[in-house]
């Protein structure tokens, strides 16, 4: 596609139940990240991924968020018995080049847990 | 670690006023800079950018230097537009894999 698309562009769910928020990347692009983006806390780096394999998943909050990505190309983020404190907006981003910082983001996918 | 650091918002103005949004940065090694803005319903776009110091980025007008002295990389336009109300972020990447964003600065323009 064009650009980074992202599915639910909305989702409310239920505390306690599980989530799955989708990312397709620009085609082409090898790295691939979420962030979430928070009222007053600006955006917070959750994992990344080059190719299929995710290097550095340092900025999962706990074990009950998890991520893969397979073909290189699709990538999935599940919260399991989601809180309310996981309402946020989710972002994806991707890039053509490893370590330029030059990101191209999704609108996102934002997560209301009542 | 990486941080960075924005003036806090919104900055309000009026059209054809000057604009400055303070960044600073904490960093080991030499890192690039960034600002990205984010329009009303859309997602982050990169804006301009500067890898090394005493670089300038600009685009669309902006303008942003690369200070290593004093750890800034302040973004400022001579004078603004309605059309440039957004939320901008600050953000660095040291040469790992991931950006370090700042907060985000929403700057609202009037007419």
């Known amino acids: 596609g064009a650009g980074v698309s992202q599915s639910p562009s909305n989702k409310v769910t239920e505390k306690g139940k599980d989530v799955e928020l989708r990312c397709d990347p620009i085609?082409?692009?090898?790295?691939l990240y979420w962030y979430r983006q928070s009222l007053g806390q600006g955006l917070e780096f959750l994992i990344y991924f080059q190719g299929n394999s995710a290097p550095d998943k340092s900025g999962l909050p706990s074990d009950r968020f998890s991520a893969e990505r397979t073909g290189g190309s699709v990538s999935t983020l599940t919260i399991q018995r989601t809180q309310q404190e996981d309402s946020a907006v989710y972002l994806c981003?991707?890039?053509?080049?490893?370590?330029?910082?030059?990101?191209?983001f999704g609108e996102g996918s934002r997560l209301t847990v009542l | 670690g990486n941080s960075v650091t924005q003036m806090e918002g919104p900055v309000t103005l009026s059209e054809e006023a000057f604009l400055t949004i303070n960044c600073t940065y904490t960093a080991t090694g030499y890192p690039s800079l960034f600002w990205y803005v984010q329009y009303p319903g859309e997602g982050l776009q990169l804006l301009l950018k500067?890898?090394?110091?005493?670089d300038k980025g600009s685009n669309k007008g902006f303008e942003a230097t690369y200070r290593k002295e004093t750890t800034s990389f302040h973004l400022e336009k001579g004078s603004v537009q309605v059309s440039d109300s957004a939320v901008y972020f600050c953000a660095l990447n040291s040469g790992y894999s991931t950006l370090t964003f700042g907060k985000g600065t929403m700057l609202l323009v009037s007419p």
């Open positions: 500067a890898t090394k110091a005493d």
């Open positions: 981003a991707s890039s053509s080049r490893d370590y330029t910082g030059e990101l191209f």
């Open positions: 085609s082409g692009h090898t790295a």
